[in-house]
């Protein structure tokens, strides 16, 4: 083989927010290794087994390499020309006869900030409504606005590198060892070699869990209350931050009082921790002179998952863990750019660099620059873009990069919305369940086949280059985009990405210096981002994005979770991911050496329960609740204990699917399903 015929290129992992960057070497469309570099700013040598073996999906057979038309209910191959032809005149006829926000976006989290950027100025400036979001709405958006409402910044507080050097690291409701690997490495690293404290609080007994100073096991659903209740023990003993509070944070007073019912006998009344535990975390806090608090789905997917988000924040802001390295909420980002999906305007309030749809100025300054007059009122998630889809209103939908079809809570209720839709339009590299549903499938290009950017969960944004052509008619999403608005009468001619990433940061203050120049080689950039290029690695530091520039206390209430009928559904069904699988499953079950190993999920039974219904490893069993049932096999485990099951999500099977078996209800605040509040019954088949 000659070494000159071996091309490297860097790239950004597309499995997680940790956004590890390493190069590609390949040799023709063969993908020779992976090869992490010392310059890398997050993970240097390290990647995980998914961003190590994961990449076979690139030149699957499977791809789409055509756009696909509906015709007489079967798909055939079309041109491009018949494709956006069709669309064009569906996306004009429906805006003229029901008004534009009778179509809905669903953006992606897995494709790039500059397509994103796009897809929100699609929706907006040529279409003119607001009906667009993104896949945050199902993980993370009630940890946004619970720190939006405190802090000012959705995002995490400092860096990943930060976690290495805090005294206490406190994981609530994550598994970062699966979720998040190279992350949890730093943190066993910090662990096991500096001494550095370690607490995590969940329902299963995972690998972090399990090396952890202090594992705590509260009932489901009643992280507020305990929270809530260490918070209050806290002040009550006169361990908060009396300075840091003075000077920095609004609202104290008004906060104790509504701390007045969280007392430990309440809280290990309603959670099952003793008071004891409580008092040994409290003290544990105290003694630590930084704190970083990590969490993820496990807090946020429930009806109270803003106000848990919120209640989270709160203990940080009276300990005075903000604005020092190694201090501050971590909320741990999912997918590798579902912080930067937020950050380039694919939300139903807010335009790029959370500035709100519903301010003058705001849009007045895009409305100058795009040449459009742009909707007024915020738009419609995607929980209310279902909704309003089955009750009449939105009648078209174009949804790209994104398995709404298996991963959106109570898939059959999805499903059925779907089935009414006038005109559907679906984007994807694969054909996916949702792509069953559309009227025009488009072939849209990864990563490998496209520039662009990615921000991760710290808030770096990154550059990752193209290593091949995109196979087949398939296109990288911004140029669908761009021939799209231009057939609908936009005279858009970007060239590259970075025209578009030009255009967002002399529009959006938060990247005002953000370039593909300042981003060449290793080089990235953390938000907010100066004129100058200086980034910001470490927020609040001085002071609080509010106006007198200080935080916020905001009192909150627990919220009961909704339960069905306990004696029928008497089984807690927990659900995440698995190490090798990425979300639903689309690209890693199509890589050889992942699939291999692990080729299907698992339902982990506790050893207790699988001995009370005389159930064994291997066992088929099926779920039931009020919404549908699955069938799945099962793992006896001690990872899990009592009557509490695990189920990951990891599956492109619709009958191991979890959310056929989830709700529609949701947290109050975002609309994020309440997917961690799950009771089924379960039977051996
Ligand atoms: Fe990719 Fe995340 Fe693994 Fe890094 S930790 S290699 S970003 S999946």
């Not at 669309?87 to 003229?96: G, W």
């Not at 300054?365 to 929980?383: D, I, M, Q, T």
């Not at 990615?454 to 995109?470: A, C, D, L, S, Y």
């Amino acid at each position: 083989m000659r070494e000159d015929r071996i091309k490297r290129t860097k790239t950004v992992c597309t499995y997680c927010g940790v956004g590890c960057s390493f190069e590609v070497w390949t040799k023709e469309r063969d993908i020779l290794k992976i090869q992490p570099q010392p310059d890398a700013p997050v993970n240097g040598i390290s990647t995980c087994v998914k961003g190590k073996w994961g990449w076979d999906f690139v030149n699957s057979e499977e791809r789409l390499t055509k756009p696909l038309i509906r015709k007489e209910g079967k798909f055939v191959e079309a041109t491009w020309n018949e494709a956006l032809t069709l669309i064009a005149s569906k996306f004009t006829e429906l805006k003229d006869t029901y008004g534009p926000d009778s179509m809905g976006f669903i953006a992606s989290s897995k494709c790039s900030n500059e397509e994103n950027y796009l897809f929100q100025k699609l929706a907006r400036g040529v279409m003119g409504t607001n009906n667009v979001d993104n896949c945050s709405r199902y993980c993370q958006s009630p940890a946004t606005a619970g720190l939006m409402r405190t802090v000012g910044y959705g995002g995490d507080a400092g860096t990943i590198e930060d976690l290495k050097t805090t005294d206490l690291v406190f994981v609530i409701g994550a598994n970062p060892a699966e979720s998040h690997p190279v992350l949890a490495t730093r943190i066993k690293r910090a662990h096991k070699l500096h001494g550095q404290k370690l607490i995590v609080a969940d329902l299963r007994k995972h690998e972090l869990a399990q090396m952890a100073d202090q594992f705590l096991h509260p009932v489901p659903s009643s992280d507020l209350i305990w929270i809530s209740a260490v918070t209050k023990y806290i002040i009550d003993q006169g361990w908060a931050d009396d300075d840091f509070i003075k000077n920095r944070v609004n609202n104290f007073d008004e906060y104790v009082d509504s701390l007045d019912k969280y007392t430990l006998e309440y809280a290990e009344q309603e959670t099952g921790l003793k008071k004891e535990e409580l008092i040994e975390l409290a003290t544990t806090i105290n003694e630590a002179e930084t704190m970083c608090i990590c969490w993820a789905m496990g807090v946020t997917q429930h009806i109270g998952g803003t106000e848990t988000s919120t209640a989270i924040s709160n203990l940080l802001l009276v300990t005075g863990n903000y604005g020092k390295p190694g201090t501050g909420a971590y909320p741990l980002r999912g997918h590798n750019n579902v912080q930067g999906a937020c950050d380039f305007g694919t939300m139903p309030a807010w335009m790029p660099g959370y500035e709100p749809v519903e301010n003058e100025e705001i849009r007045a300054r895009y409305e100058k620059a795009w040449g459009v007059s742009l909707p007024r009122k915020p738009g419609l998630n995607n929980h209310q873009i279902v909704e309003t889809i089955h009750s009449g209103k939105v009648k078209g939908m174009y949804l790209f990069g994104e398995e709404m079809g298996l991963v959106d809570a109570n898939i059959n209720h999805v499903h059925a919305a779907f089935e009414k839709l006038e005109f559907f339009v679906v984007q994807d590299v694969f054909f996916s369940k949702t792509a069953e549903f559309a009227d025009v499938v488009l072939p849209a290009a990864p990563s490998l086949e496209k520039d662009g950017t990615f921000t991760n969960t710290e808030r770096r944004i990154q550059r990752f280059h193209k290593v091949f052509e995109p196979l087949g008619d398939s296109q990288p999403d911004w140029k669908i985009f761009q021939a799209i608005a231009n057939r609908l009468g936009a005279k858009w001619n970007y060239k590259h990405p970075s025209e578009i990433m030009d255009e967002a940061a002399s529009l959006a203050p938060l990247f005002a210096g953000v370039s593909y120049e300042r981003l060449e080689k290793w080089n990235s950039q953390l938000w907010p981002v100066q004129k100058s290029g200086e980034s910001t690695p470490l927020l609040y530091t001085e002071k609080f994005p509010f106006a007198d520039g200080k935080a916020k206390l905001y009192p909150v209430e627990w919220r009961k979770p909704y339960v069905p009928d306990e004696k029928e559904y008497d089984l807690h069904l927990n659900n995440g991911r698995l190490l090798e699988h990425f979300h639903e499953g689309n690209l890693t079950y199509r890589s050889k050496s992942i699939t291999h190993k692990v080729p299907q999920p698992w339902l982990e039974v506790s050893p207790e329960l699988a001995e009370e219904r005389g159930i064994k490893t291997g066992a088929l069993v099926k779920l039931t609740s009020p919404y549908g049932e699955v069938k799945i096999r099962v793992w006896v485990t001690e990872h899990v204990s009592g009557k509490e099951l695990y189920l990951p999500m990891n599956t492109t099977d619709e009958m191991e699917a979890v959310n056929m078996l989830t709700s529609s209800y949701h947290d109050k605040v975002t609309h994020t399903p309440n997917y961690k509040e799950m009771s089924v019954k379960m039977e051996v088949i």
